[in-house]
C-alpha cells in the first residue's frame, strides 16, 4: 500500500474528472487491488480484494492530510467502493457527494453516480478515444455517427460538440441511455441526436435502414452475461461493418478485457471485413499506464477502404 499512500501524499488538485493512481496497472508491485480517482469534489477508493478497516484507515488519514493542504477549509468528500466477482459495495466513508453530481472533462459536463452500483457514469480510462472522437468530428463536421453500447453516451456528447451532424445511440439498457440524454441537455446539444432503448443483435435492420454511418463505434462490455460475450459476439458485430459504414469512412473499436490481446481485434477485422484497414491504436491516458499494453484497454481505429484492391 506504499505507492498508494505515497502518490497520495504528493497529489496535485485535478480541475476535471480523472485517475490519479492505477494499481491494476501492474506499475506498483502490492498495489494491484487499488485504484483512486477523483470525480471534483469527490475521491472515489476502490479495492478490487478485500480491505481491513485499519488499511481504510491509514488511507483516509492520508486524504484528510492531503486534502488539508491542497484545498484548505474545505471538506473532504470520499467514497469507498469494494468490487469482487459476487457484488460492489460503495461506502460515503467522509463528507458527502453533490445531488445531481456533474463533472466536466475537456470542456464536456457529465452526471455521474458513485454511490449505487459498479459504474459511475463515466468510464475514465476511455478520455482518449473522447479524444479521438473530438478530433474526428471537428474533421468531419456533419458527420453522421452511430454509437453501439452508448452506455450514457459520452461518445454521443463529444461528437455533437465538436460538430458531428447526428448521433444514434443504441443500448439495451434505458437507465444509463435516459442519463445519456441529461448529458446531452447538460451540454445543449439534444438535437441531432436519437436513443434506441433496443438490443443491437436484434435491431441490424433498423440499424443499417439509417446508415450508412462515416464512423461507427463500439464500446461493448467484455462479458456480460445475455447481453454480450467479446469472444462470442464481437465477431457478429465486426461481419456487419460492411453494411453499415460508407467508403472512407471510420470504425472505433474498443475491447477491455486482459486476457485478450489487440491481435484478437485485428484477426476479426481481417477475417470478417477486410476491407477495412489499421488506422492507430490510441494510446491510453498515461494515468492508465500498464506493465502489459496487451491486457490494457484496447482502442484500434479502421479505416474503410475508399475502392475495391
Request: charged share 20%; aromatic share 10%; glycine share 8%.
Amino acid at each position: 500500500m506504499h505507492a498508494l499512500l505515497a502518490t497520495i501524499a504528493s497529489l496535485p488538485l485535478p480541475a476535471e474528472a480523472c485517475r490519479v493512481f492505477h494499481g491494476r496497472g501492474g506499475l506498483h508491485p502490492g498495489c494491484e487491488q487499488w485504484s483512486l480517482d477523483f470525480y471534483p469534489p469527490v475521491w472515489l477508493l476502490t479495492s478490487f480484494a478485500p480491505v481491513t478497516d485499519d488499511e481504510l484507515a491509514q488511507i483516509g488519514q492520508a486524504l484528510a492530510t492531503r486534502w488539508a493542504e491542497l484545498a484548505p477549509g474545505q471538506p473532504l468528500n470520499w467514497v469507498f467502493q469494494h468490487r469482487d466477482e459476487f457484488r460492489v459495495q460503495n461506502r460515503l466513508m467522509a463528507g458527502s457527494v453533490p445531488s445531481p453530481h456533474l463533472v466536466s472533462e475537456h470542456g464536456a459536463r457529465y452526471e455521474v453516480h458513485l454511490l449505487r452500483g459498479q459504474n459511475h457514469g463515466l468510464f475514465l480510462d476511455m478520455a482518449a478515444g473522447r479524444q479521438w472522437v473530438q478530433r474526428w468530428a471537428q474533421a468531419h463536421p456533419r458527420g453522421r455517427v452511430l454509437n453501439l453500447f452508448a452506455y450514457t453516451c459520452a461518445f454521443s456528447v463529444v461528437a455533437r460538440l465538436a460538430g458531428a451532424g447526428s448521433v444514434l445511440n443504441f443500448d439495451m439498457a434505458k437507465g444509463p441511455l435516459a442519463q445519456g440524454q441529461r448529458n446531452h441537455e447538460l451540454n445543449g446539444v439534444q438535437e441531432g441526436t436519437a436513443f434506441m432503448p433496443h438490443d443491437i443483435f436484434s435491431s441490424w435492420g433498423k440499424i443499417t435502414r439509417r446508415g450508412p454511418y462515416d464512423l461507427v463505434i463500439a464500446d461493448p462490455p467484455s462479458y456480460q452475461k445475455g447481453s454480450f460475450v467479446a469472444t462470442k459476439d464481437y465477431a457478429r458485430l465486426v461481419r456487419r461493418l460492411p453494411d453499415l459504414i460508407a467508403p472512407g469512412g471510420h470504425a472505433l473499436l474498443a475491447l477491455n478485457a486482459p486476457e485478450l490481446g489487440p491481435a484478437f481485434l485485428l484477426d476479426l477485422v481481417q477475417q470478417e471485413a477486410p476491407m477495412f484497414n489499421l488506422v492507430e491504436r490510441v494510446a491510453n491516458p498515461a494515468s492508465f499506464a500498464d506493465a502489459d499494453e496487451d491486457r490494457a484497454l484496447k482502442v484500434l481505429v479502421f479505416e474503410r477502404a475508399t475502392s475495391s484492391r
